[in-house]
């Protein structure tokens, strides 16, 4: 039997993620990952902000991080690592309500094929995305329909799935007023009024496979969306072709590949960055390459 040279690595968790609770997994997580070679120290996360915080203190200590969550908790830990975040190996065990940047990676939602894909210990570079001063792994945006509560009501969830999971705010649907914004990329700059815009570094979000059909991780770039003013019934048609990528080509959909976006609007816009509130505009968006080393498959 070959010996297994046995590294260390640090298991954030947030033990309420997801819909099997990654507490109810630890035991299995930390098995497979020592006949893989790691050996692991966890930490559970309790609060909003714990992993970013214990991300921060371990990137002096540790050179592999295990993330045992959803998006949610993968954008505090690259935000806990910051400028760090080079001399550290990132790996990920889905276990989030939302998986949307581990699924456009290709990583295994079972926990005994996320822990393969760490255990052959191949790192590959990926691009991660910048916010004002946050880090975001899959999606920035902003706009109405960013920033209501995510009680959605049954009769719209059916017609727009996991959008509304994203969105937020369709139960406001019928009185969605959009905003005048304007939107500068070295390309193209949009001063009218729109819906809202997204800036995704991965193809995944929102539950939606192909959201930005063109998105690589690895391209240095971001993928910009931009839904122009349309009335109710126009969101709902859009909304529906959402889940085959052919939106890019609607006729109020914007859809470029740019380095940078700023955008500014004299009215209050809220931002959401990997699902999580990120404050007001103005923003500035870029995308930084190559920054985040990922084990993967």
């Known amino acids: 039997m070959e010996h297994i040279k046995m590294e260390r690595a640090l298991l954030i968790y947030n033990p309420s993620a997801g819909k099997i609770s990654a507490a109810s997994r630890l035991h299995d997580i930390i098995k497979y990952l020592l006949e893989v070679g790691f050996e692991v120290i966890p930490y559970p996360t309790k609060k909003q902000g714990d992993a970013q915080k214990k991300a921060a203190q371990a990137s002096k200590e540790f050179r592999n991080i295990i993330a045992v969550g959803g998006d949610g908790t993968l954008h505090e830990i690259v935000n806990g690592l910051g400028e760090n975040m080079g001399s550290i190996n990132l790996g990920i065990i889905p276990a989030g ?3 949307d940047f581990a699924r456009a990676l290709g990583i295994p939602t079972d926990t005994a094929g996320a822990v393969q894909v760490i255990g052959r210990k191949k790192i590959k570079r990926v691009d ?6 946050r880090f ?3 999606v920035a945006g902003g706009g109405n329909l960013t920033n209501v509560s995510y009680e959605v009501p049954r009769k719209l969830k059916t017609y727009l799935g996991q959008l509304a999971y994203y969105a937020k705010s369709l139960e406001e649907l019928p009185r969605l007023r959009p905003v005048k914004v304007r939107i500068k990329t070295p390309e193209l700059i949009i001063d009218e009024e729109i819906m809202l815009f997204l800036a995704a570094n991965s193809r995944t ?3 939606f496979e192909l959201l930005a059909p063109k998105a690589s991780f690895s391209d240095g770039l971001l993928d910009l969306i931009v839904v122009k003013k349309l009335s109710l019934a126009e969101f709902i048609s ?3 072709v959402c889940l085959s990528g052919e939106h890019i080509n609607h ?10 976006v700023e955008v500014t609007s004299r009215e209050k816009v809220s931002l959401n960055t990997d699902g999580e509130y990120a404050g007001l505009l103005p923003c500035s968006i870029k995308i930084l390459p190559g920054r985040l080393n990922l084990y993967m498959p």
């Open 97 to 99: 309500t939302s998986n």
């Open 128 to 133: 991660i995305g910048m916010i004002n001063e």
């Open 136 to 138: 975001f792994i899959n």
């Open 205 to 207: 979000a929102g539950g």
């Open 238 to 240: 859009l909304a529906a």
């Open 251 to 260: 006729p109020k959909v914007i859809y470029l590949q740019t380095s940078k």
